[in-house]
């Protein structure tokens, strides 16, 4: 199968979209792993990927569409598509690919809920673990959050901060938000009420896509 996962930012539909991809046994192509693998590497896009991701907006189209092309062509038979795509010139791009999508599952959590949970998540910049909180929360050691792995002391990033994710939000129900309609009109969306458990998710999530 063919799948495309969509959902605000913070809404779990990376966490999905791994469970449904180790369920189905076909690979997930994150868009978001890309770009921070990018950044992390200093390369060019990174460096420009970072500047446009601080502030809460969304890189272009035609940056986007360039990483996904080239992945889609290592990749045979079915995928996951998390990430991508996020406005309807990208969705309109991948029509002119040729790709055809079984499903697209959108995962629909409030935005005040989302931006709680962005709030609590804390990440590690010696090896890259990340925690929350409230839900996963790291050691405490001095009065500072620890990263019980290595040892480092764990943060909040930059796109986890209230005033970033509530940007994002606005930019993602202005300018992805009516995907909803692109993928409706096509009869292949199935929306998905996110769960205060993860597993509880996960199940609606699969059958959405079994009931396909």
């Known amino acids: 199968m063919k799948i495309i996962f969509l959902g605000a930012p913070g809404a779990g539909k990376g966490t999905q979209a791994a469970a ?28 420009a990927a970072k500047e446009v991701i601080a502030k809460g907006q969304l890189l272009s189209d035609d940056v986007v569409v360039g990483i996904v092309k080239e992945k889609l062509k290592t990749v045979k038979g079915g995928y996951i598509l998390d990430g ?20 697209v599952v959108n995962i629909h959590v409030d935005d005040d809920v989302i ?9 590690c910049p010696g090896c890259g673990a990340t925690y929350h909180v409230e839900y996963n929360p790291p050691e405490t050691e001095d009065g500072k959050l620890i990263c019980p792995v290595c040892k480092t002391e764990v943060g909040i990033r930059e796109d986890d901060k209230p005033e970033v994710v509530k940007e994002r939000l606005r930019v993602y129900h202005e300018q992805t938000q009516p995907l909803e309609d692109f993928y409706r009109k096509k009869g292949i969306l199935r929306t998905v009420e996110g769960q205060e458990k993860v597993s509880d998710t996960t199940r609606l999530t699969l059958e959405a896509i079994k009931g396909n």
């Open 20 to 47: 449904v991809s180790s369920e189905l046994g076909i690979p997930t192509i994150s868009t978001g792993n890309m770009i921070r693998e990018a950044i992390a590497n200093e390369t060019p896009i990174g460096i």
């Open 84 to 103: 991508f795509p996020r406005t309807v010139a990208q969705a309109a791009a991948l029509d002119g690919m040729g790709e055809n999508i079984d499903v």
């Open 115 to 123: 931006v709680k949970r962005s709030a609590g998540r804390r990440y």
